[in-house]
């Protein structure tokens, strides 16, 4: 199928302007209004009945999928309060944990053919099913953009995160997608589990619907100063993304995307670690990217800014403007939000970041070199 890049330049841009649309499809989609109580429910499309006897999930995911999958896992556990692992598929297939009961499988692939996360969930299926105590039967959800693939065969509880087609090899409105629809589950488990009070739920749910003109925003206000900040920095050769919380997987997804389309060196960590190694790199020549959303862990992160910046380290804020912030040498202002939400703010301004150099560099930003789209062999 072609699509059409309608004025953009490549596919990536339009990706990128698409997902607002993306936040409104999955609204539409899957947020339902309980008429009776005027109370918003999540309908994905299999019984809630699943979901009681779970105690642990488990998710197993590739590349920018095993990014959305931490976020998910953080949303689950620090959220809905259920114990919850990340896997990366081509890791699990070969040293699988020990088997627990009443575990719930989530295969994550935008593609759904990602040959690495077919066959550790067909080896999840087949080592369940050999056991009889039904304590160990597969519990299986796929997050997938493709409800007709591999895994749309393999597993029948699929959400199907309805992000359309999209054509740049580097994910980024899939990714969007997939984080959407963790957000789903956790609420559909917090409910469940009674582990929110409705009013917390409620709160969540409210910041999601108001993301839309939030996101049209953002992109509004980044486009021009990220292609500014590209022309300083294309011809940079190491950077470190930073984050801690529910927004460390958004720093290695901040890193990956540039990786994959710039070729530039880069590493996402969480913020407390850089101590551990990183600052052995850091000077004037490595510019720190730091995500610092005002919650649980923002002090932290600014003051691991500051030892940033003590090397003499460019600093890049992606935050909204608030007390603390005025270290960043540059800040990609954000709005602020409640800082479970802020993971779908936070990735825009990275993502635009990274096409705006990768482009500047004059390189074939939705065809990168040695990537592909959808990675069937292993
Ligand atoms: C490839 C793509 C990545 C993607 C990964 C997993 O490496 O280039 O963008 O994140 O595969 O793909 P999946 O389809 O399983 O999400």
Redesign the pocket.
């Known amino acids: 199928q072609i699509m059409d890049k309608m004025n953009f330049k490549h596919y990536m841009l339009k990706e990128i302007y698409d997902q607002p649309q993306t936040a409104k499809n999955w609204l539409e989609n899957y947020l339902i209004k309980n008429l009776d109580n005027g109370q918003y429910q999540i309908k994905y499309p299999f019984d809630t009945e699943f979901f009681e006897s779970i105690e642990r999930i488990e998710i197993i995911?590739?590349?920018?999928?095993k990014h959305a999958a931490m976020v998910g896992s953080f949303l689950l556990e620090q959220f809905s309060g259920i114990p919850t692992n990340v896997f990366y598929a081509s890791e699990f297939r070969y040293s699988p944990p020990p088997l627990l009961p009443n575990t719930l499988t989530i295969g994550?692939?935008?593609?759904g053919?990602?040959a690495d996360?077919i066959a550790a969930i067909d080896m999840e299926i087949k080592r369940r099913s050999s056991i009889e105590d039904k304590k160990f039967k597969p519990n299986l959800i796929a997050i997938t953009n493709r409800k007709e693939s591999s895994i749309g065969r393999q597993v029948s509880n699929i959400i199907d995160i309805c992000a359309g087609i999209e054509v740049g090899?580097?994910?980024t409105k899939t990714f969007f997608a997939q984080l959407l629809s963790f957000y789903g589950l956790a609420i559909k488990f917090a409910q469940i589990k009674g582990n929110q009070s409705p009013d917390e739920i409620g709160k969540l749910i409210n910041e999601l619907i108001k993301l839309p003109p939030l996101l049209e925003d953002l992109l509004h206000k980044h486009n021009k100063s990220s292609e500014k900040l590209a022309h300083d920095f294309f011809n940079i050769k190491d950077v470190i993304f930073l984050g801690r919380g529910i927004n460390y997987p958004i720093a290695l997804e901040g890193a990956l995307k540039l990786k994959e389309i710039s070729y530039i060196h880069a590493a996402g960590y969480p913020a407390g670690e850089m101590k551990h190694g990183p600052i052995a790199l850091l000077d004037k020549k490595v510019p720190v990217i730091s995500i610092a959303s005002p919650g649980e862990v923002f002090d932290k992160v600014i003051s691991n800014a500051q030892e940033a910046k003590a090397r003499d380290s460019y600093l890049i804020g992606i935050a909204p403007e608030c007390n603390g912030t005025e270290i960043f040498d540059y800040l990609m202002k954000v709005p602020s939000s409640n800082e479970l939400i802020s993971p779908l703010l936070n990735i825009l301004p990275l993502q635009l970041l990274s096409y705006h150099i990768a482009a500047h560099r004059g390189l074939d930003v939705d065809q990168p070199r040695n990537?592909?789209?959808?990675?069937t062999v292993e």
């Not at 995911?61 to 999928?65: D, E, H, L, P, R």
């Not at 994550?108 to 593609?111: A, E, F, H, I, L």
């Not at 990537?371 to 990675?375: D, M, N, R, Y």
């Open positions: 995911a590739c590349g920018t999928s994550v692939t935008q593609s053919e990602t996360t090899v580097a994910a990537l592909a789209k959808s990675v």
